[in-house]
């Protein structure tokens, strides 16, 4: 399973098995499983003695003596890498089911309801008010008209950006930053190391973008922050997306459960990603998102 033969293995640790890149916290909760007695599963993405990575699943049981005190672990180790496979293809397909109802809906939307609305808003212009109340009524009615047209087609370009089929992804960003920022609430910077160079599929653009977009969106609702800082780079055969705020912040064994960060778990374990998030009350927030380039 692991490629390392018999005699390299026994009498080492499992440390040999250790993969670069390892999601954080892993090691810290086995260590606290051992010292505290405790039961411990998990998944891990490991390396094989040649460097292939495989999935596993890992179990660590301890045993006590008569005494009641723990003197030994057994660790059970199975390959999990052909299930793991399967349960991403599973998540990619429903993710990608997602999108194509979004833009089906967005297109809607822009080729037919927001049509509608310019023609209602063109038989209105067209009628002549016969006293000066009349005519401050059609003005406020154009000007509700023009607010729905914009909104139709601002959320008629969150669900389908036009620009996704497109190679320049990095325009795509900027101008989903624009669009949050219009009243210059926030002070937003954006980073794409080696960006342009990364061959990047359709499908990760889109995840990618989306994972942006739950978080911006998180960062908007609740973090009350001045500052958002975002960085794409290449780390090894990783892309790596930062995002940070400086807001409020909050603790993470208290609020690590919403939807939207449940949203961003999904879309990173889709492509067999791992992230991180570091935040504390009154010291904003960094979202950290590793994805393998494949």
Not at 88 to 97: F, Q, S, V, Y
Not at 156 to 176: R, Y
Request: hydrophobic letters at 35%; glycine letters at 6%; one cysteine or more.
């Amino acid at each position: 399973m692991t490629g390392f033969s018999k005699e390299e293995f026994i009498g080492g640790t499992p440390r040999i098995l250790r993969a670069e890149n390892m999601e954080e916290g892993i090691e810290e909760e086995i260590n606290h499983a051992i010292l505290t007695g405790e039961s411990l599963s998990k998944e891990l993405h490991d390396s094989k003695k040649n460097g292939e990575k495989f999935w596993s699943s890992f179990s660590l049981t301890p045993i006590a003596n008569t005494e009641g005190l723990y003197t030994h672990w057994i660790g059970i180790k199975k390959d999990i890498t052909e299930s793991k496979k399967h349960e991403i293809e599973i998540k990619r397909a429903m993710l990608k089911g997602q999108e194509n109802e979004k833009y089906f809906i967005g297109r809607e939307l822009h080729d037919n309801v927001a049509q509608i609305m310019v023609g209602i808003k063109l038989n209105v212009s067209m009628i002549k008010g016969s006293t000066e109340k009349e005519i401050q009524w059609l003005n406020e009615i154009k000007d509700d008209l023009d607010n729905v047209l914009h909104e139709v087609r601002s959320l008629s370009h969150d669900l389908a950006p036009s620009v996704f089929k497109s190679d320049n992804f990095i325009n795509t960003v900027e101008g989903l930053l624009k669009s949050i920022n219009k009243e210059n609430k926030f002070k937003v910077s954006i980073s794409c190391d080696q960006l342009d160079n990364m061959d990047l599929s359709i499908d990760l653009k889109t995840n990618l973008y989306r994972i942006l977009q739950e978080q911006l969106q998180n960062i908007i609702k609740h973090a009350d922050a001045t500052i958002i800082a975002i960085r794409f780079c290449k780390v090894d055969d990783f892309i790596e997306l930062s995002i940070f705020d400086n807001g409020k912040g909050f603790n993470i064994n208290e609020s690590y459960h919403g939807i939207g960060l449940k949203n961003i778990k999904s879309r990173v374990e889709s492509f067999s990603g791992s992230y991180t998030i570091r935040s504390a009350k009154e010291n904003g927030c960094e979202l950290i998102v590793k994805i393998p380039l494949q």
